[in-house]
C-alpha cells in the first residue's frame, strides 16, 4: 500500500493491474479461509440458508468528495433502514471503506473488502480513475462491483466486464446531454474549464462533442490541478481574456463551491452564463454556494425539486433521517441498495457469477430519478434533465426546466 502511494496518479491504472494480479492471487490462495465455494460457485451451507450478506461500501470519507461519500452512505442506509436491515432478506453486514480522493486510496481499500473482509459485492465508488484502476481487479476475481458515482465511459463501454454494473451515470452521458441546449442558447463561443483527471476530460469531451455537433464554438479550454485548486482566479481571469460568452464547466464536492463562488466574487456571472453537469450546484456545494449560484443552468438524472410521488416520499424520508435534503449522491446510493436487493433475491448463491445473472434481470429501477433501467452495457438508461438555480426563500434550488433529449 504503501508502494502504490508513492506512484504518481498518471501510473495508476498499469499500477492497480499489478497490484489487482497480487492480490487476486492471494484471494485464491486463500480460498480455504472464504465464505465462497469458488470450485462450485454455490456459496457455503449458511449462504445457501439465506444467512446474512456481507457488503462492502466503498466511499470518499476524506478528500474533495468526502461530502459526495457522506450522501451516497446515508442512501444506501436509509434504503437498509426501510427494508428492516435487509437486501435479498438476508440481514446486511455492511462493511465501509475510506475510498479517498485517488485511486492510491481507493483501488487498495476495495481489495482488503474483498480479500480480507470477503464481502460478497463492493458498492461505491465516487472518483472515475479509481473505477477505472479497480476494472481489471473485479474482473479477474468474478467479484461483483455496483459503481454507484464514478462516471468513467470506458467501464461501461471498450472496457465493460460481466462483473462491473454502473448505477449512477457515464461521464460521456451526463455532459453530452446538455450540448444541444448550450449550443441553442449562446451565440458566441464557450470556454470549456474542469479538474485535471479522468472524469473532467471526459466531461468536456462529452460536452464538446454534442455541442460542436450543434453548431456551438469553443472558446478555449483548460485544466485545473484536482484535489489541489483552491484560487480559480488565475483561470478566471483567463477566461474573461478569451471574450468568451458562456462557460461549460465540471466541479463537484469542494472545487464546486469554490469555482462557482469565485466566478462571480469575479464578476464574471452577471455577463458570462455559467453552464456544467449537475454536480457543479449540487446539495452540500449549492449550499455552500447559496445566492452566488443562480442562473447557473446543469444537466444531471436528478433534482430534488422532481415533482413526483416517488420523490416526494423519498426525500422526506432522507430530511427526516440525514437531516438535510437528498442529492444524486443520496440517490444514487438508495438505488444502488435496491438493485441489490432485488439481485439478491433472484440469485442461487453468492458467488459472483450467480449474483451477476441475477443483475442482468432486475428490470426496471422505480426511482426518486424516475425509473430506470440497466442497458446492455450495465450502464443506466435513464432521463436527464435540464436545471436552473433559483432562488427559494433563503436557501437555492435545482428547479427543473424540463427533460434533454
Ligand atoms: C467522477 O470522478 O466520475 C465524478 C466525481 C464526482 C462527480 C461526478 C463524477
New binding site residues.
Given amino acids: 500500500m504503501g508502494a502504490v502511494s508513492a506512484f504518481p496518479l498518471s501510473r495508476t491504472v498499469a499500477l492497480s493491474r499489478t497490484v489487482a494480479g497480487l492480490a487476486l492471487g492471494a484471494l485464491v490462495l486463500s480460498g480455504c479461509g472464504s465464505s465462497l465455494d469458488e470450485s462450485t460457485g454455490s456459496g457455503t451451507e449458511e449462504d445457501r440458508s439465506g444467512g446474512n450478506v456481507k457488503i462492502g461500501l466503498l466511499v470518499p470519507l476524506s478528500g474533495v468528495?468526502a461530502p459526495?461519500g457522506e450522501d451516497m452512505k446515508a442512501g444506501f442506509e436509509l434504503y437498509l433502514d426501510q427494508h428492516d436491515g435487509k437486501l435479498g432478506g438476508r440481514k446486511v453486514d455492511l462493511v465501509t471503506a475510506d475510498e479517498g480522493e485517488s485511486p492510491q486510496t481507493g483501488v487498495p481499500a476495495a481489495q482488503k473488502l474483498v480479500t480480507q473482509d470477503q464481502v460478497t459485492a463492493v458498492a461505491g465508488v465516487?472518483?472515475?480513475?479509481?473505477?477505472l484502476g479497480l476494472r481489471d481487479f473485479f474482473d479477474e476475481s468474478k467479484k461483483p462491483l455496483l459503481v454507484a458515482?464514478?462516471?468513467?465511459d470506458d467501464i461501461t463501454g471498450a472496457r465493460k466486464s460481466e462483473y462491473v454494473w454502473r448505477t449512477s451515470f457515464s461521464?460521456g452521458g451526463v455532459s453530452g446531454a446538455l450540448g444541444q441546449a448550450v449550443a441553442d442558447e449562446v451565440k458566441g463561443g464557450v470556454y470549456l474549464i474542469a479538474a485535471d483527471?479522468?472524469?473532467g476530460k471526459e466531461?468536456v469531451a462529452g460536452f464538446r462533442k454534442t455541442f460542436e455537433a450543434a453548431g456551438g464554438k469553443v472558446a478555449g479550454e483548460k485544466y485545473t490541478p484536482f484535489g489541489k485548486t483552491q484560487d480559480f482566479q488565475p483561470y478566471l481571469s483567463a477566461i474573461r481574456k478569451s471574450g468568451a460568452d458562456a462557460v461549460y464547466a465540471?466541479y463537484?464536492?469542494a472545487e464546486a463551491v469554490n469555482f462557482v463562488k469565485q466566478y462571480k466574487q469575479f464578476g464574471l456571472a452577471d455577463k458570462t452564463a455559467l453552464y456544467g453537469?449537475g454536480?457543479l450546484t449540487e446539495g452540500g456545494a449549492l449550499a455552500a454556494q447559496g445566492k452566488a449560484a443562480i442562473g447557473v443552468k446543469t444537466s444531471l438524472h436528478y433534482s430534488t425539486e422532481l415533482d413526483t410521488p416517488v420523490n416526494k416520499e423519498f426525500a422526506a424520508a432522507y430530511r427526516a433521517e440525514a437531516g438535510k435534503a437528498p442529492t444524486v449522491y443520496a440517490v444514487q446510493g438508495y438505488d444502488t441498495a435496491a438493485v441489490l436487493d432485488k439481485a439478491l433475491a433472484e440469485a442461487s448463491g453468492d458467488s459472483g457469477d450467480a449474483l451477476v445473472k441475477a443483475l442482468g434481470k432486475v428490470g426496471s429501477i422505480d426511482s426518486p430519478r424516475g425509473a430506470w433501467k440497466f442497458d446492455a452495457d450495465h450502464n443506466p438508461e435513464q432521463t436527464y434533465y435540464l436545471r436552473e438555480v433559483r432562488a427559494d426563500g433563503d436557501t437555492a434550488v435545482n428547479a427543473v426546466l424540463g427533460e434533454l433529449g
Avoid: E, K, Q, R
Avoid at 465516487?126 to 473505477?131: D, G, I, K, R, W
Avoid at 458515482?149 to 468513467?152: E, M, P
Fill in positions: 468528495y459526495l465516487v472518483n472515475s480513475a479509481t473505477a458515482n464514478a462516471g468513467a461521464n483527471y479522468a472524469a466531461m465540471f463537484a464536492g453537469t454536480f
